[in-house]
């Protein structure tokens, strides 16, 4: 089959130099990104960093102001009278406030958007994703007797009902409780991967994102700082904001030497940043190996400050000796199972994978 091109799937959404803004105030900048079928793309990133705008203009909410949006290879808002309408898009909306209709039971609200389905069809259709969300037995029930995750999820079934070309979701599991949140989380995964939808969810939480994301697209101030697989965005972040965004770590100061840096739990190497560079070493908490000694090595070693089984994981504060006197304080994060003493003697290895290293001041980097 040499020379046989197989085409990826083709997208569903595809957005060009997008900028918007509000009065004067800049939400989103030079934007770009694509969703295919049946890919899930998470828009993650801190508060106001324009996530829900991004979404408000794919679903004809807000009226573009700058670039391109095609849905299915068609264009849907050039900033010009082309302006599709919001319910001429096909795409399935779930907001954080999608409000149900009151006056109409459980079943209604979902059969409402499968218009062009015969009766008993479209009644099927309903119950299928309803059940898929743990719903069914709630059919006859009104809005008003339903607690506000289960009104989410009613609402992520009437979104899903249609089976659009794209799905938009935004923060659809923010009323939902911890453990019920990871069962919807997989459900919802579930019927977005049976319908071939592609969907476009926006979430401030990283672990919804690695959990949910095909490619995960973390923005900042209005601009898309890294596009990724989780696991590129996780095992390869380009700078120390993707680094912290996925949780704290220890920040540690340092110089490079032929080709590594020192530091006071091993030497990590730093190929292609110049000698004598003065880097920012960030050390992921489980990126430290523990092991604890019966007994003190002769020399310096290092000890546990604090430890607290948090129950899956065990972090512990540990004082690390550098040599020469010097001391750093470092958190470690550990399997649950493991808890040394307060004060005991450890030795640490370092996961080289979790430990990035960038020039401390970028802007005098090169060279
Ligand atoms: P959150 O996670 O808090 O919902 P977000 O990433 O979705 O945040 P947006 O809601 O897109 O962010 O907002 C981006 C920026 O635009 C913010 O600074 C916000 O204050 C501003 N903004 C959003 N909507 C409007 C509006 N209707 N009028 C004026 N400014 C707005």
Redesign the pocket.
Known sequence: TAGHVVPGPAPVLAMHNIRHA??H?L??EDVGLEVCQGEVVCLL??????????LRIVAGLEVLQQGRVDLNGQAIGRPDRSHVPPEKRNVGLAFQDSALFPHLSVLENVTFGLGSLPGRQRRRRAMELLDQLGMGRYAESYPHTLSGGQQQRVALARALAPAPQLMLLDEPFSSLDARLRDRIRDDTLHVLKKVGSGALL?T?DPEEAMFMADRIAL?RD?HIVQMGTPRELYCAPVDPFVVTFFGEVNELEGVVGQGRVDTPVGEVMVPGLPEGARVRVMIRPEALRVVALDEPPADHHSHVIMAKLLGRTSLLHICAHAGGGRESHLHARVPGVFLPDEGQPVTIRLDPSQVFVFPADPGTAAG
Do not use: D, E, I, N
């Open positions: 509000y009065g105030h939400a989103v990133g801190p508060s106001g960093c324009g996530k829900t705008t991004l926006v401030h923005m209005g």
